[in-house]
């Protein structure tokens, strides 16, 4: 690869930054899609700069900046954490209303047919119904915004780290994420709407941080100032947690999840604006339940906007109970991980079907909602019918669209608890299977009947071409398995049973997220109690180490799957063994300090680097030096304006008066400027360009003799796009080459180095790569 590519930019006669695993290798593209497993078009991906380009431009608005603009600059940023935590917040509510009366109609109109022993018209109802709506869901997604597919969880966390994939943020994206996600859930597929809301709330963060939009007149002087993927970053960032916040009700469990899973870069201002926006979430959410309670929001009731207040009195336990708890925290560890396992097959198996087309994706997408159909409506008729507890506390058997009692196919007086799981929404079998006092409501068969179910329809329906999410899959399996354990462990045990069903969906989303801090606190504000604090803790650490030792989280995985050259926070050990320069490759193209204009029009033509090195030589210096680094969209905009010079002499800071800085902003979601577009007379292109004023004279440089795990930190941590490698002992050329993202991915040292021995602790790392972050 040449030294001055960043990702997506190499020429194309070498391989693109990494093999997305589930084409197995038929393909040297990334793809760009929110879901590459459903076989959506590819490009390359490219990097985000995050850092700031300190040429003589930037520096001259910087010092033009009075007080005034400052504090509208601080201002803004915490104006627009008010209106993504609002508009987040509206979006949230909308999409658990439409849900809850999507799906609660469904199952009404099903109900009354089955009360009047019409069990073949509601089986056709209850199918027909769930494939429209799928079906609906999936051609949207196909044909409109392929990359709202999906969770969206792995591309926020890659755009976090660096990623820039296109697309996913439009507004197109939007709008489909959030339409496709309530047909999806209400499609009674299992899938889940929190992974669907955090990049929906990142979406929005992404849209209101754009600074104004060209296209409909909207770029106020006061907005561009966001014009730059730094504080998209941030916005993005706040984006997530309100999206999870809104999910959950969960504004602290929102910040702490987007500390511990998102944000690659984190800091106590972006902390104090991530609790701002989630607190902004609560209150509005709290708000409009509100209003629900009076009935004015049809069947939106009880259900919808997850809080699950099943544990309001005191939980004791004693020291009988920590090894049941210890126990099935490494059981929902082992779960876990095998469960990550088998959702990775399956998507590889997908990647292939949907490979073939459109029509496929979609075809897949209908059989999974037939399939799920039938299981759903016959699994019931497995389990026995049994008698109504006399001290029930809401009426049984329930007629209607939720409730721990289901009549089903049972005569008057009796249930099927089976169908008390099943025939609900995945919010109300999660409230079923947490609620207390309720140890003797389900039996043996009907619980594990359903944690099967669960754990594999989860796992089958996450692919399809539609948004979809994990999280509430998760919990709802965990909290099945949960409570097996539960019922299992009988008397032996002073906890209740629906406590169980709370440790396990803790154990499970820790056994295939391997999150813990975020994970502890989210729980805590479903179950509304403090007490079950160190349980919860407890169960989490258990599980996530048990995990740990198989493979990675979920949303690594499925990231490694797509092709995101994500970096992680740690360096492989072999990385010590290599140097820059063993990595660094060319030729490597540079610019003059003031180069001809036919050259730089050749360069960019002809190459997709999106960095050039900018030497100055004799006469503009004595011997050969490096002066900087430009970028290419820079360098479009010099020759959109045209500044050009009819001698090669340096026009010094004269130029800048021909620019703004807001010239040089970053777009947004749009296409930037293409050197095709532009035209050039032969008059001009023997013409010269001064690069100097608008060159980052002080780039991040590394000598080519620093190991290459000490230079990754260094990329990380600042969050680079250019990492510029100078030689250690001056050569006839000032500089070596340019480190970029794809330089740091194992594929490609490993690539370029075949025969580099692996110690024993690497062969250990690949089984897992988590655990060693413990010691």
């Known amino acids: 690869m040449s030294t001055n590519f960043t990702n997506g930019e190499a020429n194309t006669d070498h391989e693109s930054l990494i093999t997305p695993l589930l084409s197995s290798r038929r393909s040297l593209v990334n793809s760009t899609s929110q879901v590459a ?146 047909t999806a859930v209400s499609s009674s597929l299992l899938v889940g709407k929190a992974g669907p809301m955090v990049h929906t709330g990142a979406c929005v963060a992404a849209l209101l941080g754009q600074g104004g939009s060209k296209r409909f007149k909207l770029t106020w002087r006061w907005l561009r100032i966001f014009k730059n993927d730094r504080d998209r970053r941030d916005l993005v960032t706040c984006g997530s947690a309100a999206g999870m916040a809104a999910a959950f009700r969960a504004p602290v469990g929102g910040v702490l999840f987007a500390l511990e899973e998102m944000a690659s870069w984190w800091r106590s201002a972006l902390l104090w604006r991530s609790f701002f926006t989630t607190a902004v979430v609560a209150i509005v959410l709290r708000a409009l339940i509100d209003f629900c309670l009076s009935g004015k929001c049809g069947l939106f009731g009880k259900g919808g906007l997850i809080m699950f207040d099943v544990y309001s009195e005191s939980v004791t336990y004693h020291l009988i109970d920590v090894l049941p708890v210890l126990t099935l925290g490494a059981i929902g560890g082992i779960l876990g991980s095998l469960y990550n396992f088998l959702l990775d097959k399956v998507l590889r198996i997908y990647s292939r079907i949907n490979e073939k087309g459109v029509v496929y994706k979609i075809l897949l997408a209908c059989a999974i909602s037939i399939f799920t159909s039938c299981l759903l409506f016959g699994l019931p008729w497995l389990a026995s019918c049994q008698p109504c507890p006399p001290d029930a506390s809401e009426a049984c058997p329930t007629i209607g669209r939720s409730g721990n009692f289901k009549k089903f196919q049972c005569p008057p007086g ?37 944690f099967v179910t669960c754990y594999f329809l989860s796992i089958i329906s996450f692919g399809i071409v539609a948004p979809a999410g994990l999280f509430i899959p998760v919990i709802v399996t965990g909290a099945s398995y949960g409570r097996f354990v539960g019922m299992l462990v009988g008397s032996h045990s002073n ?21 813990t801090v975020s994970l502890c606190v989210i729980i805590l504000e479903l179950t509304n109690n403090l007490l079950l604090l160190p349980l919860i803790m407890l169960v989490l650490l258990v599980s996530k180490t048990v995990a740990d030792a198989f493979n990675s989280n979920i949303y690594d995985l499925i990231m490694n799957a797509k092709g995101f050259p994500y970096l992680e926070t740690h360096t492989e050990p072999y990385m010590r063994q290599l140097t820059v320069g063993d990595v660094v490759r060319g030729p490597l193209q540079v610019f003059q ?91 001009e292109m023997e013409m010269f360009l001064d690069l100097h004023p608008f060159t980052n004279a002080s780039p991040y440089t590394v000598v080519d003799s620093m190991s290459l795990a000490k230079a990754l930190i260094l990329f990380r941590e600042v969050g680079l796009r250019h990492l510029m490698v100078t030689p250690k002992i001056s050569g006839r050329s000032p500089v070596v080459g340019i480190l970029t993202r794809h330089d740091f991915m194992p594929g490609h040292i490993l690539g370029l180095h075949p025969m580099l021995t692996r110690s024993r602790w690497k062969r250990l790392r690949i089984r897992a790569p988590r655990i060693f972050k413990l010691f």
């Open 37 to 182: 497993i459903v076989g959506a078009h590819v490009c390359p991906i490219e990097s985000l700069d995050y850092e700031i380009a300190e040429n003589d431009l930037f520096k001259q608005d910087w010092r033009s900046r009075g007080k005034m603009q400052i504090f509208q600059y601080v201002l803004m940023k915490w104006l627009l954490c008010f209106l993504i935590g609002l508009i987040v917040s509206l979006i949230g509510f909308f999409n658990n209303l439409a849900v809850e009366n999507i799906a609660g109609m469904k199952f009404v109109v099903t109900s009354n047919m089955m009360l009047a022993k019409r069990f073949g018209m509601a089986f056709l109802v209850f199918s027909v119904s769930n494939l429209i709506l799928t079906l609906f869901a999936s051609i949207i997604t196909a044909f409109i915004a392929p990359a709202a597919a999906g969770s969206g969880i792995p591309e926020v966390k890659a755009y976090l780290n660096g990623v820039d994939a296109p697309g996913i943020f439009s507004l197109r994206t939007l709008v489909i994420k959030i339409i496709g996600s309530i």
């Open 495 to 515: 906890l209740d049973h629906g406590l169980y069903a709370v440790l396990g969906a803790a154990s499970f989303l820790a056994g295939s997220m391997r999150m």
């Open 414 to 450: 009796q249930y099927n608890d089976l169908a008390s799981l099943i025939f609900n929404t995945n919010d109300d079998s999660v409230r079923n299977l947490f609620s207390k006092n309720t140890n003797f409501e389900f039996q043996y068969p009907s619980i594990l009947i359903f």
């Open 593 to 683: 300090g003031i180069e001809k204009v036919g050259n730089i029009v050749h360069v960019l033509s002809t190459t997709r680097h999106n960095g050039f090195p900018v030497i100055d030589e004799p006469p503009l210096s004595e011997s050969p030096v490096l002066y900087g680094l430009i970028l290419r969209a820079h360098v479009i905009e010099l020759l959109k304006k045209k500044a050009f010079m009819p001698t090669p002499v340096p026009i010094g800071t004269d130029a800048l008066n021909l620019f703004a800085a807001g010239d040089f902003s970053k777009r947004g979601s749009g296409n930037g400027d293409k050197i095709e577009d532009l035209q050039f007379t032969e008059e």
